[in-house]
């Protein structure tokens, strides 16, 4: 593999990029308003290492993995020596995989463009081409990667992302085993980062979790479940417990039901061949959405270690209990034509690459229980689609109505429940909304709502989930990535419910631009509620 003249940096300019990201790092943290002067923490930074990235030419490494390297470089994040390998069936040379960064960083990063951070980045870039199965391809990256560990201080510690269509997945995985390259000399590290989906069942879950912990002991595996670096996500645990006022009322007590939406408005774009077959629930629920369910219900756990937070939210998870009639307590959509933005759109159907007789739901809503003391016989509402009314995710904790109101009827009449709702996105950020006096002669009480916006309250623009991802890989911390017993039992909840669906009929239409069909109304409305307006 050939680089052009000039492209590796000299030791030289290794050290001077350190010292400069060094410099970048304090004088970002020291000159953040919002910092309080008495916290002298500096920020998490990894130690030498490479990134190998497969599937660099896919539309995720494109739209988020390579704009949040650039993100992390900017925010100082990055160690010196940091390097970039780029794998892909192209006849690339360095030089090119840079310039396809360059334009991915230029459309999608988050911070602004910087030419030393970029100069810095772009001395660590590298390409490697081949095809997955082509061993000399991997036996040509080992080499490579020797090198760079020379000319670049990386000390042998490589993460592997396999942003790859997961029937790859056993393929790189065997590839880095023969090369040796999953096999870490004492002193260095190896890791790999696989995307979800995890399967698309308990028995494809396990089949690929046999393959992977055959080559990586399980703490050098990092599974992606992106919503866990979200900022909104993470503050569910400090929402919870790093206050004093939610706690007392977060449990069946007070709670009266909980609503979990990710609603999209976009259809499956140009996604077929991934989504047909796969599905709302596979695609989102059994991740994101039982993810945040996990979050809302468990206990606190002694510590943030990953040790601990996994096992609250294994427990959680195992006290999931289905609707007894998965008929009743389960509904399943799919869009047919409709409206979106003022534009009618075809149906999935229609869709280029489905079939003209899929089964496959782009809707799905679960009633779900969590058979334990704090939330026995509070529903948990999961719904997930796609082209629904709007873009939105967000946790909604629904109150109990006050037991009595000292209050006329026809004064409380539009009197709706306390809400407390987390923003995941877009908006990030939390309302309350509670009861008030509206200003006249009257007592009469209505919905009003506080809110909490992220963007007000802090001066800087969240980090993308990716950022915070890739950070922890690099550094090896692992609370943010699901465990395989996480993986497991999701998709025991998931499993009965597909194979139900399988079993009995097709999905229900619903058109483009509305809130699904009416099946998921009749569902809530069966237990005398009803889904948030969005
Ligand atoms: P994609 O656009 O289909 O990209 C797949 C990548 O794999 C491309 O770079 C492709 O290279 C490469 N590839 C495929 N077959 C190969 C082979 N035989 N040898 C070498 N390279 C090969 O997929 P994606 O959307 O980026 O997604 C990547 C992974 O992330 C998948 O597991 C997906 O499920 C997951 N994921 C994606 C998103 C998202 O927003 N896109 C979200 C969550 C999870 P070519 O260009 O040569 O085909």
């Keep these: 593999m050939a680089r052009k003249e000039g492209a590796i940096s000299e030791e030289a300019n290794v050290a001077a990029a350190a010292v400069a990201a060094t410099a970048t790092t304090a004088e970002v943290f020291e000159n953040n ?17 490479v990134l190998v990235l497969f599937g660099v030419t896919g539309d995720l490494a494109k739209r988020k993995l390579l704009p949040a390297i650039y993100d992390l470089g900017n925010r100082g994040l990055l160690p010196p020596g940091f390097s970039l390998v780029g794998f892909a069936r192209r006849d690339w040379a360095h030089e090119d995989f840079a310039q396809v960064t360059y334009e991915a960083v230029k459309q999608y990063a988050r911070t602004p463009f910087r030419d030393e951070v970029w100069k810095q980045i772009c001395e660590g870039i590298h390409f490697c081409p081949g095809e997955f199965h082509d061993e000399g391809a991997f036996d040509v990256l080992a080499m490579m990667l020797k090198e760079i560990d020379e000319t670049r201080g990386t000390g042998g510690n490589y993460a592997f992302y396999l942003s790859v269509p997961p029937k790859f997945f056993p393929t790189v ?59 909104t996500v993470q503050n569910i645990l400090a929402l919870r417990f790093a206050n004093t006022l939610y706690e007392p009322i977060w449990n069946r007590g007070y709670v009266d039901h909980v609503q979990i939406t990710m609603a999209e408005d976009i259809g499956i774009g140009s996604r077929a061949g991934y989504y047909d077959g796969i599905g709302a629930a596979r695609d989102v629920i059994q991740n994101h959405l039982l993810q945040l369910l996990a979050l ?27 609707p007894d009639d998965l008929g009743l307590g389960t509904t399943r959509g799919q869009y047919t034509a409709g409206w979106q933005g003022g534009e009618s759109v075809i149906g999935y159907l229609e869709e280029q690459g489905i079939p003209a007789d899929s089964m496959t739901d782009t809707y799905a809503a679960i009633r779900l229980e ?7 016989g509070v529903p948990f509402y999961l719904r997930a689609g796609k082209r629904l009314g709007r873009r939105v995710t967000e946790v909604a904790v629904v109150f109990e109505r006050a037991p009595h109101l000292p209050f006329s009827k026809d004064d409380t009449e539009i009197l709706g429940q306390n809400a407390l709702v ?10 309350v909304r509670f009861g008030s006096k509206v200003p006249g002669t009257a007592m009469e009480v209505r ?18 989930a990716y950022e915070r991802l890739l950070l922890d890989v690099l550094i090896g911390d692992p609370p943010l990535f699901p465990h395989q017993r996480e993986v497991e039992l999701s998709w025991e909840i998931l499993d009965p419910i597909e194979e139900y669906w399988a079993t009995h009929g097709r999905p229900e239409g619903y058109p483009a631009g509305t809130w699904g069909p009416p099946s998921a109304d009749a569902m809530l409305a069966r237990d005398g509620r009803v889904w948030r307006r969005l």
């Excluded at 308003?33 to 290492?49: H, Q």
């Excluded at 790999?192 to 069942?201: A, N, S």
């Excluded at 919905?447 to 993308?464: I, L």
């Design 33 to 49: 308003p919002l910092r309080d002067p008495r916290d002298k923490r500096l920020p998490r930074v990894a130690g030498p290492c």
């Design 173 to 231: 995985v065997e590839q880095l085993k023969r090369t040796g390259l999953a096999q870490a000399p004492d002193g260095s590290w190896r890791r790999v980062v696989i995307e979800k989906p995890f399967g698309h069942d308990l028995k494809s879950a396990q089949e690929l979790n046999a393959i992977t912990s055959a080559v990586f002991p399980e703490s050098s595996v990092f599974r992606i479940d992106h919503y866990l670096g979200k900022e």
């Design 296 to 322: 809302v219900a468990m206990e606190d756990p002694t510590s943030f270690d990953a040790h601990s937070l996994r096992r609250e939210k294994e427990k959680v998870l195992k006290a999931v209990r289905l």
């Design 370 to 376: 969590v058979a334990n003391r704090r939330w026995a």
């Design 422 to 431: 987390i923003r995941v996105q877009p908006d990030e950020g939390i309302t």
């Design 447 to 464: 919905d009003v709502s506080m809110d909490f916006a992220y963007g007000e309250s802090f001066m800087e623009s969240s980090p993308e």
